[in-house]
């Protein structure tokens, strides 16, 4: 098997010498083992098979990782895999700290890596849950009630604003600060638009 084309991008972007610039380097290395495409994805270095998104690697402030877009479906018998995020569905990531640490798990890695290739290459899915499985906040089922063009315009949202929608109003901890970012966004979905757009 030959080595994947390493992208030029991704060369820039490690040229720089960020704070983790090293251990994404040596990341990078045990990716480029395998057979994937090397990409460069939302600044960073991302890795696909079959033209699909399995592999990113990425900073964060005191940790940077080797996330897997569909680590959910890993076998994990260390408990290396975190999710990152209480409604992150498919994604799970190993926070690296030190290049020592790439170093004593390099095999584990390889492991994680190797399943995630074939779990591509064999096309298994992860079931997501549906916009119909969330809760709708009551404050905004009383919106609803009051204003049905609010409902109907809520309703034609694409099934990922809706999503963020419930997910941005529910993570409010008072009834009246779900009522407020409501009627901050009355506008973006009366004009179909998601709450960040």
Same mark, same amino acid.
């Given at each position: 098997?030959?080595?994947?084309?390493?992208?030029?991008?991704?060369?820039?972007?490690?040229?720089?010498?960020?704070?983790?610039?090293?251990?994404?380097?040596?990341?990078?290395?045990?990716?480029?083992?395998?057979?994937?495409?090397e990409d460069f994805k939302w600044y960073q270095p991302c890795y696909k098979v079959n033209g699909k998104n399995i592999i990113i690697l990425?900073?964060?402030?005191?940790?940077?990782?080797?996330?897997?877009?569909?680590?959910?479906?890993? /076998?994990? !018998?260390?408990? $290396?895999?975190?999710?990152?995020? #209480? +409604?992150?569905?498919?994604?799970?990531?190993?926070?690296?700290?030190?290049?020592?640490?790439?170093?004593?798990?390099?095999?584990?890695?390889?492991?994680?890596?190797?399943?995630?290739?074939?779990?591509?290459?064999?096309?298994?899915?992860?079931?997501?849950?549906?916009?119909?499985?969330? /809760?709708? !906040?009551?404050? $905004?089922?009383?919106?609803?009630? #009051? +204003?049905?063009?609010?409902?109907?315009?809520?309703?034609?949202?694409?099934?990922?604003r809706q999503r963020g929608y419930l997910l941005h109003i529910s993570a409010a901890k008072q009834s009246k600060t779900r009522f407020a970012?409501?009627?901050?966004?009355?506008?973006?979905?009366?004009?179909?638009?998601?709450?960040?757009?």
């Amino acid at each position: 098997m030959s080595k994947p084309e390493r992208n030029p991008k991704v060369d820039a972007y490690l040229d720089k010498k960020s704070k983790w610039s090293q251990e994404i380097s040596a990341l990078r290395e045990l990716v480029l083992e395998f057979d994937v495409q090397e990409d460069f994805k939302w600044y960073q270095p991302c890795y696909k098979v079959n033209g699909k998104n399995i592999i990113i690697l990425g900073p964060f402030k005191d940790f940077c990782v080797l996330s897997f877009f569909k680590g959910v479906l890993l /076998e994990d !018998p260390k408990n $290396l895999l975190e999710q990152m995020g #209480e +409604n992150s569905q498919s994604s799970r990531v190993v926070k690296i700290t030190s290049l020592d640490q790439i170093a004593s798990h390099k095999n584990d890695y390889r492991d994680l890596i190797k399943q995630a290739i074939n779990n591509e290459k064999e096309g298994k899915k992860v079931a997501m849950k549906t916009t119909s499985e969330y /809760e709708v !906040p009551e404050e $905004l089922k009383l919106m609803f009630n #009051e +204003n049905p063009d609010l409902k109907t315009a809520f309703e034609k949202l694409t099934p990922g604003r809706q999503r963020g929608y419930l997910l941005h109003i529910s993570a409010a901890k008072q009834s009246k600060t779900r009522f407020a970012r409501i009627e901050k966004f009355i506008p973006n979905i009366m004009q179909g638009k998601g709450f960040q757009e």
